[in-house]
């Protein structure tokens, strides 16, 4: 009873409607949040939570993503300023097949090798991370680099008068949700993917019935690095980019995939969910760093009590 | 006896020549060809070894990799710089005399305290006056906190890429307290301006120098320790549990606490390595306990040879040099340089430096058909697979 009245006191001081005001953006910034950690964790459920490949350089491969967008945007600014407002959609389109590309090449000259080594594509990885730094900083300059955003995703919608929704961040939670919806089909609702699973869950047994299982890792390697590709081209509607800006991103990504269960799409969505309104609502209690230590805390104490994730495949070995 | 310590403790014939080798190189080579600068570079080189030497033990034999090294690298490198910085606290107040001592600083208490208004000190910077509690909590802080880990995540049989996942976590947990709570650890500065140790000058070149041979003796202390382990019917039990988990845990034997052991002696070995590295340079910063740092540490190792605990000293000296004379030389290519080192070595060359120069001692001997077996140096060639999630 106490601890309510506690909380209740933050309050104290405004009126209803503010409070309300206060719940829908706090709890909308957390949804924001939640569509930056299910983007960045889709591609890595995929390469790390199916093939089990430690990709170090995940990061990188949402900075390709964000400087393709960067690179687009300045080219369409100088040649045809006209096309600007319209141009985004396709820049993300093109940020899916440059990381993607990449990834492909990635895997045909590395990945490949180490499939029976999953702790060492970690190492394998931080050297190829190292060396997309250095190619983004010989590229595009040490300094902070932003695209420019269309006017229609600026600014903010406003649900009552005091209560506004920013529309970037509706976009990003739009992207999120369609993203998603997409792997899914993919995933679970195609020849193709039927066929990543089969791979995954019995490699022999899946070439023995004609898949061409080298060909399936290609691809699916690819097309996580795609989907990484897609979330940095979204990311640069909410921040800039730097050469080493992936780094931010890679252990948090990391977590929201070994805490939503590896292997699971509903258990990626899940963790995402819950680690980005929990940071949101502490956060908003607590100062930034304490409710990042305290979640993080959390997350391995969870983990603890079920280390295979919140959501467990069960797939027998 | 004298065979027990010449084949377990220095690993035969061929073990007590690579470890010889190494010795003239550190304690006669090096202090003869370089100028104190350099050779404090190397000091400050050889504390990370320690970690790597750990690593070789719990990661090349007993199969866990751990990505947060750097905390207990750090946490052993904290508390000896505690005691340092309140050494140091107190000689500004004595030299400051009685009249400055209210205008400088609270009497004794730690610069950076001061600055974050803090009046009085914390209660677990207390120890930390006393030196022999310190260098009791050097070891025991991160061994107990390595405890703590192992115990809950191999208990649980947490293992192999989560295990890496969760210390990396952690390092990064431990790296925002301590930038965060400035206060009590000096932010994101550290533990800077440590010049005395009991009175006794750590800046000083000729002391950098005693120094130095301390480090590098310690050092060949803890390879040596490493063969012992390594030796001993736990060194088997290890590689036999990286290879098959499941066998062993069937043959009635509690995996948890043997890697649960193991963890902790390299967690040990890494704080050692910390303290070493303070008093070569002279303070304690969190940029080294992030998580980066960690990550290099594994690659010391890995370039070295997982398998080798010489091979982790030499790795640890020929990345640490390269890095600073590519970043110094060529600073637009030392990234691909070193990126590309990784790649090749872990593709090419799993057992590092030790592994090729085993493969050329092995052509060498194989050419002039002596057939002299070389015990301990038959490291199993299968990659330590590690054992997928329980």
């Given amino acids: 009873m106490h601890t309510t009245l506690a909380f209740l006191s933050i309050f104290e001081g405004y009126t209803g409607e503010e409070v309300r005001s206060i719940f829908v953006m706090q709890s909308f910034s957390g949804l924001s949040l939640f569509a930056v950690f299910l983007l960045m964790a889709l591609g890595l459920a995929i390469i790390f939570g199916q093939m089990k490949v430690i990709n170090m350089a995940h990061g990188e491969f949402l900075t390709i993503g964000a400087y393709t967008t960067v690179f687009m945007s300045d080219l369409v600014e100088k040649s045809v300023p006209s096309a600007l407002p319209w141009y985004f959609p396709v820049a993300v389109v093109a940020a899916f097949f440059v990381a993607g590309a990449v990834g492909f090449v990635v895997e045909v000259g590395m990945i490949r090798f180490l499939y029976k080594r999953p702790l060492d594509t970690l190492l394998a990885t931080f050297g190829l991370s190292m060396i997309l730094q250095q190619v983004f900083r010989l590229i595009f300059g040490a300094r902070e680099d932003s695209a420019v955003m269309p006017d229609w995703l600026m600014g903010s919608w406003a649900l009552t008068e005091i209560t506004e929704i920013p529309i970037n961040g509706m976009f990003l939670l739009g992207t999120a949700i369609g993203v998603t919806g997409l792997v899914y089909l993919l995933m679970y609702r195609s020849r193709w993917g039927l066929r990543v699973r089969a791979t995954v869950q019995n490699r022999e047994m899946a070439g023995a019935v004609g898949i061409n299982t080298k060909m399936t890792d290609r691809w699916t390697f690819a097309l996580g690095c795609g989907i990484a590709g897609v979330a940095g081209a979204v990311f640069t509607t909410i921040g800039s980019v730097s050469p080493s800006a992936g780094q931010l991103y890679i252990v948090d990504t990391f977590l929201v995939v070994v805490f939503g269960g590896a292997g699971s799409l509903i258990g990626t969505i899940a963790s995402a969910f819950a680690i980005a309104q929990s940071q949101s609502i502490l956060e908003f209690f607590l100062d930034g760093v304490l409710a990042k230590v305290f979640i993080l805390l959390t997350i391995v104490g969870i983990l603890m009590i079920r280390p295979q994730g919140l959501v467990v495949s069960k797939i027998r070995r | ?390």
């Avoid at chain 2, 710089?81 to 009685?98: H, M, P, Q």
């Avoid at chain 2, 009085?120 to 107990?144: G, N």
């Avoid at chain 2, 390092?171 to 010049?195: A, H, K, P, S």
């Avoid at chain 2, 002696?265 to 008093?279: H, I, K, P």
Wanted: hydrophobic share 50%; with cysteine; net charge positive.
């Fill in chain 2, 1 to 390: 006896m004298k065979s027990f310590i010449y084949n377990k403790a220095l690993g035969g014939k061929s073990g007590t020549i690579g470890l010889a080798v190494l010795a003239v190189i550190l304690l006669l080579v090096f202090p003869l060809a370089m100028d104190n600068f350099r050779l404090n570079l190397v000091g400050k080189y050889l504390s990370l070894a320690f970690v790597a030497i750990g690593l070789v033990l719990c990661w090349g034999y007993g199969g866990i990799l751990s990505l947060g090294q750097g905390m207990f690298w750090g946490l052993g490198g904290y508390c000896l710089a505690a005691f340092l910085k309140l050494e140091a606290a107190r000689n500004i107040a004595a030299e400051a005399g009685s009249d400055q001592i209210n205008a400088l600083t609270t009497v004794g208490l730690p610069d950076f305290m001061d600055w974050n208004q803090i009046t009085e000190l914390p209660w677990f910077w207390y120890p930390f006056k006393s030196l022999p509690l310190t260098l009791i909590l050097v070891f025991l802080v991160p061994t107990v906190l390595a405890y703590i880990i192992g115990t809950a995540m191999f208990k649980r049989r947490v293992s192999g890429v989560y295990f890496a996942i969760i210390t990396q976590a952690l390092c990064w947990t431990m790296e925002l307290l301590f930038v965060t709570r400035q206060g009590w650890t000096g932010g994101i500065n550290g533990i800077t301006d440590l010049r005395t140790l009991l009175g006794w000058d750590i800046q000083d070149p000729g002391n950098q120098r005693i120094l130095y041979f301390v480090t590098s003796l310690l050092l060949l202390g803890c390879v040596v320790l490493g063969r012992l382990i390594l030796g001993s019917k736990l060194g088997k039990l290890l590689v036999a549990m990286r290879d098959t988990e499941g066998r062993v845990r069937f043959s009635g034997y509690d995996v948890a606490n043997f890697k649960t052991f193991i963890f902790c002696v390299a967690a040990a070995m890494s704080a050692l390595g910390g303290a070493m590295y303070v008093l070569n340079v002279g303070f304690m910063s969190p940029k080294l306990v992030t998580i980066e740092p960690s990550i290099y540490m594994v690659i010391f190792c890995a370039v070295g040879g997982r398998m080798s605990l010489l091979g982790a000293v030499y790795g640890t000296l020929a990345v640490s040099f390269g890095r600073t004379y590519f970043s110094e030389s060529f600073p637009d290519l030392w990234l691909f340089l070193m990126g590309g080192v990784f790649i090749l070595v872990t593709m090419v060359f799993p057992l590092g430096l030790a592994g090729m120069v085993d493969r050329l001692t092995g052509l060498v001997a194989s050419k002039a058909s002596a057939a002299t077996d070389a015990p301990g140096l038959e490291t199993p060639v299968s990659e330590p697979v590690s054992p997928p999630p329980a």
